[in-house]
C-alpha cells in the first residue's frame, strides 16, 4: 500500500512539473534519504486525512526552490522570500490535489489540508525515523532536486 501512495504522489508531481513548468522529471526508487543538512529549504507540508491520514512534505533546496519560481515566472529570483513560498505551496498544493484524485479512482479515499510552509535549516522532515510509515522519495528536474516525504499515521 505504501509503495502505492508514493506513486500516486510522485505521478502527480511528474505530472504537474511536465504540465506546469515543462521540467522533465525522474523518479528515485522509494528509499532513506540521504542526510540534507542543507541550509535555506523551504518544506511544504501538506496533512492528509481520509483513508490515508498522516502528511506530505515536499523539500525543496534553495538553488531548486528558486529555479522552480523561476520557470513559473520567468524572471530571476535571487533569494527565498514570500513570493518564493507562496509559489511552492501553491504547486505543492496542486500535486496533492492531484495525487488525490488518483488515490480516489484507485478506492483509496485522500483528501488534503492547506499548506503549512516554512524555511529552515537542517534537516529534512522524518529524515531520523525509523518508521515503516514514512515512505521517502527523491524527484529529480532539470531546476534541481526535491525530496518527498510521507508519514502516514496509524
Do not use: R
Not at 7 to 13: L, N, Q, R, Y
Request: some cysteine.
Amino acid at each position: 500500500m505504501n509503495e502505492k501512495i508514493m506513486t500516486g504522489f510522485t505521478d502527480a508531481a511528474q505530472d504537474v512539473l511536465k504540465a506546469m513548468l515543462d521540467l522533465e522529471v525522474e523518479v528515485e526508487a522509494p528509499e532513506k534519504p540521504e542526510s540534507s543538512a542543507a541550509k535555506n529549504k523551504v518544506i511544504v507540508a501538506v496533512g492528509l486525512i481520509g483513508d490515508i491520514s498522516g502528511e506530505t512534505c515536499f523539500c525543496f533546496p534553495e538553488k531548486t526552490a528558486l529555479e522552480i519560481v523561476k520557470n513559473m515566472c520567468g524572471m530571476e529570483i535571487e533569494k527565498v522570500d514570500d513570493f518564493v513560498t507562496s509559489a511552492l505551496g501553491e504547486i505543492s498544493n496542486i500535486i496533492c490535489g492531484n495525487a488525490a484524485t488518483g488515490l480516489s479512482q484507485q478506492q483509496i479515499a485522500c483528501d488534503i489540508l492547506p499548506p503549512k510552509i516554512s524555511v529552515k535549516d537542517g534537516k529534512t522532515p522524518y529524515e531520523d525515523e525509523e518508521s515503516s510509515q514514512v515512505i521517502n522519495s527523491t524527484i529529480h528536474t532539470e531546476a534541481g532536486n526535491m525530496g518527498v516525504a510521507i508519514k502516514i499515521e496509524e
